[in-house]
């Protein structure tokens, strides 16, 4: 009988349907039999005709055998292939009967035939010899596991496979993997074409034993992550509908796909080895007050070739900037920014307005570099672009008085640091010095006024495991306009609360993050003799 929807359903509008058991005898459908309408679907089954992309969420299909296999593993794996799957398709099963006739390497099980006509899902008999095994406890003996597409596209053995920690092979072309927009299936498992059986040992024997150990590793994460209950699967599935209703609240992919535990931080950037130069960069200029400072740093930085934009963030909120009549006339972009704190972390925003990949942060009082330094600092950059590339330098050492790291200015060799008071960097470390270094150190450096640049060091450097570059050997970097009790560095307290910082930050990293080197980039023709051409002929000495 039919029966009339419900004002709430509204064509299926802001409504989520979770179809776990999908594909029943006869027809084994793959889509829940309702009018969804405009209804959101997470469902076990979907192959790529009935799939909705970016709409629609794929679950694995459930097994109520899964979530009775313990995490235990055998001293060895004795099987190369194991096959356990009922009802493969007659084709397909004579491809893998040939296979297991010819080879010890596919362990090719079937139902146990048994004088009543019943099948005991707890067993499980081989193709060639009858011998029994018990199931599911066979799949942790297998280094793959094969899962094969028949009348029902899904399978539950799949969720079968993952529990007992098999590498699973999958032979279904058109199936849409469970979570397949946020878990990367090629981390945890090997797709096989359905013409390519035949191929199967082949293939398999291709793969090297670094790639099996990522794969198996990687599975037992993804699994427990989540698959391992009906719990986790369903606060994936509202996870992933969380961030197609707030995408700025989306995970990145590392955290979906990589285990810190196994692999360590990730490094996000994927950039080419030299990033092109025709972008340019945006300078991002923190200021407070310094108006007259501020005013001949934005002369000096427009005559910088690669210069896209000038961000002024203006995080004096007693004291509002200078009209725009009062601004230097300037050939680029200028935005000027108001906080409505004032915090240090304002410099490291991921404003919308910084368009290009690569950010110049600097104070308002550097006014002493040259477009000629600046050009070239972009171009270190742009050869390291992963890396905080800048100019004055600093060294974190070990002091065995006191047993704790120690802040060094000292003009030395080694750097570990690259202040941002001017610097370069992909503007994605400013994202993750707002979003993701822990919250602890950046509530640390807004209430105490410091340290945010040796903050961004150490997240550079924990998710890189790579030094700074220093550019060229300039080490003074004072405001001559500025009196001393006027800039921060004036204070009594301030070196000593540099080392604190340092020592804090290590222990909440859990490790000494930051890494020394011995380097400084330098044009090629720098200091030659007279009369070679200088591509960056206004480079300050020593």
């Known amino acids: 009988m039919a029966t009339k929807p419900s004002k709430s359903w509204n064509n299926g509008e802001n409504h989520l349907i979770f179809n776990m058991v999908a594909g029943v005898a006869p027809n084994y459908n793959t889509v829940i039999d309702l009018n969804i309408s405009k209804a959101i679907l997470a469902g076990a089954g979907f192959d790529t005709w009935t799939f909705r992309h970016g709409f629609d969420i794929s679950l694995p299909l459930f097994s109520p055998i899964a979530k009775r296999i313990n995490d235990s593993q055998p001293k060895q794996k004795n099987y190369m292939i194991i096959s356990t799957q009922l009802n ?22 079937d139902r146990c035939k048994t004088g009543t006509g019943k099948t005991d899902y707890t067993k499980r008999c081989e193709y060639t010899t009858g011998k029994v095994f018990d199931y599911p406890d066979v799949l942790k003996e297998g280094m793959f596991c094969l899962v094969v597409r028949s009348a029902r596209l899904a399978q539950p053995v799949l969720m079968d496979i993952l529990a007992s920690q098999c590498i699973p092979i999958i ?18 498992g090997l797709f096989l074409p359905e013409e390519n059986i035949k191929n199967l040992l082949k293939i398999v024997h291709s793969v090297s034993k670094e790639r099996r150990g990522e794969l198996y590793w990687q599975l037992r994460w993804i699994y427990d992550r989540h698959f391992s209950s009906m719990e986790k699967i369903t606060l994936t599935t509202l996870e992933i509908l969380n961030e197609k209703v707030f995408p700025l609240a989306a995970r990145m992919y590392e955290d979906w796909n990589m285990p810190e535990h196994l692999y360590g931080p990730v490094n996000p950037l994927f950039l080419p080895v ?55 006339v300037v050939n680029k972009p200028l935005k000027v920014i108001q906080t409505k704190e004032n915090k240090l972390s304002n410099r490291f925003f991921p404003y919308d307005e910084i368009e290009t990949e690569c950010q110049l942060t600097i104070d308002d009082d550097i006014v002493m570099l040259t477009p000629d330094e600046l050009e070239f600092g972009f171009d270190v950059w742009r050869e390291f672009p992963d890396r905080i590339v800048g100019f004055p330098s600093r060294l974190h050492v070990w002091d065995n008085v006191t047993g704790s790291w120690k802040y060094h200015s ?14 370069f960097h992909h503007k994605i470390w400013s994202w993750y010095y707002t979003y993701k270094m822990p919250a602890e150190i950046r509530t640390w450096v807004d209430d105490n006024f410091n340290c945010e640049d040796i ?15 220093k550019v060229t050997p300039r080490k003074k970097f004072k405001c001559p ?24 930050f290590s222990r909440i990293y859990g490790h000494m993050a930051l890494k020394t080197v011995e380097f400084r980039a330098d044009p090629l023709q720098y200091r030659e003799s007279a009369g070679v051409p200088h591509v960056y002929p206004d480079i300050g000495a020593l």
């Not at 903050?455 to 030094?467: D, G, Q, S």
């Not at 009790?485 to 307290?493: V, Y």
Request: proline fraction near 7%; include cysteine; charge should be neutral.
């Open 88 to 109: 493969i398709p007659d084709d397909y099963l004579a491809e893998l009967q040939s296979i297991a006739s010819s080879s010890n390497d596919l362990l090719l099980l």
């Open 171 to 188: 032979i279904a072309d058109t199936i849409v993997m469970p979570f397949n927009s946020h878990v990367d299936w090629n981390k945890i």
């Open 274 to 328: 030299t990033a092109p130069k025709s972008p340019g960069f945006t300078a991002v200029i923190l200021t407070y007050d310094r108006v007259e400072s501020l005013f001949t740093l934005v002369r000096k930085l427009v005559r910088t070739p690669s210069l896209a934009k000038i961000l002024v963030v203006w995080n004096n909120q007693k004291k509002q900037p200078p009209p725009s009549s009062e601004w230097p």
């Open 410 to 423: 000292e003009w030395t060799n080694q750097i570990s640091m690259v202040l941002t008071g001017a610097a």
């Open 455 to 469: 903050a961004m060091n150490f997240l550079v450097a924990n998710v890189t495991r790579k030094p700074p570059i």
């Open 481 to 504: 306009e500025c009196t001393n009790t006027e800039m921060l560095s004036a204070d009594a307290r301030h070196m000593s609360q540099r080392s604190a910082c340092i020592d804090r």
